[in-house]
């Protein structure tokens, strides 16, 4: 496909073919309406906000970040994060091993659950929670009874953030699983390994990759998450404003200082996120290159 045509019908060697192959003026435009794209809708708005964040100097940035509500949310976000991630690790790969590795009815429902966090709004999401255990919904009156609190509390924000994040993981993993097979496995059942045995030495040193690039993904949405937990959240200060709901609370009432110092610290962890997923693409792709120089020395 790299602009090459075999020539069919004869022995003669493959030749290039211009017939892909754009011209330099064309290829230019094209990166040029990238870069442009880039710094106008990524690059530029970033160093607004980092701009805008140091305006005042360090010590008015250090200041909005040590305030008191401002420690609450990054804890919350963290809280959340912390336990909805691990949460959708099992999740995801009990999923993905089971629509890959067996044959089941439902298997195709099974797949549109997990899908369905993409095609619902985070809001709705969020409403839906509170319909369900707030003080109009049916179990409102059993939770009151064993002094249970999900919503306008840190439970409420934990689901809300489970439901946005978890497609992330099965996602990353059903693809890689399915390309894979099912051959590895069966050999090692075959000569007498248990499933965890398969599982812990066949398939997740064959998964680990794309399982730590969903844990990353699921990583930066659980922190950067808004509609769903903003609804569940009540905007109660220093107790269930997560760091994007302090953001826009500092906005709103013209802190300006610190929302964009809360919205810089967003931004530094999208970027270590995006660093960290770069670096492991890069070792993926030198043990696949390592892998595949020691596959021809072998006589």
């Known amino acids: 496909m790299a602009g090459t045509i075999t020539t069919l019908g004869n022995s003669h060697a493959p030749r290039i073919s211009n017939v892909t192959q754009e011209s330099r003026p064309v290829r230019w435009l094209l990166i040029s309406l990238a870069i442009a794209f880039l710094f106008l809708f990524l690059a530029l708005p970033l160093a607004a906000v980092f701009s805008e964040a140091f305006s005042r100097g360090w010590q008015v940035y250090w200041q909005a970040l040590q305030e008191p509500d401002a420690w609450a949310a990054i804890r919350l976000t963290l809280i959340a994060a912390g336990i909805a991630v691990p949460l959708n690790v099992i999740f995801g790969v009990a999923a993905a091993w089971a629509i890959t590795k067996f044959s089941f009815r439902g298997k195709q429902f099974l797949i549109t ?176 290159f390592l892998a595949s120089q020691a596959a021809r020395k072998e006589p």
């Open 113 to 288: 659950l997990i899908d369905l966090p993409f095609a619902v709004s985070p809001v709705i999401a969020g409403l839906t929670y509170v319909l369900l255990y707030g003080s109009h919904g049916p179990l409102w009156s059993w939770l009151s009874e064993h002094d249970i609190k999900i919503i306008f509390a840190t439970p409420g924000i934990v689901m809300a953030t489970i439901f946005v994040t978890f497609p992330f993981i099965a996602r990353e993993l059903i693809p890689l699983m399915e390309e894979q097979g099912t051959s590895h496995e069966e050999a090692a059942l075959t000569l007498g390994a248990s499933g965890w045995q398969t599982f812990r030495r066949i398939t997740l040193p064959a998964i680990k990759w794309g399982l730590l690039y969903g844990i990353i993904l699921c990583n930066a949405r659980a922190m950067g998450e808004f509609g769903a937990v903003s609804v569940v959240s009540g905007h109660i200060r220093g107790q269930t404003n997560t760091l994007p709901l302090h953001i826009e609370i500092a906005y709103n009432e013209y802190h300006f200082a610190a929302a964009f110092a809360c919205a810089s610290l967003l931004a530094l962890l999208a970027l270590a996120t995006l660093f960290v997923k770069s670096l492991l693409e890069w070792k993926e792709r030198h043990e696949r």
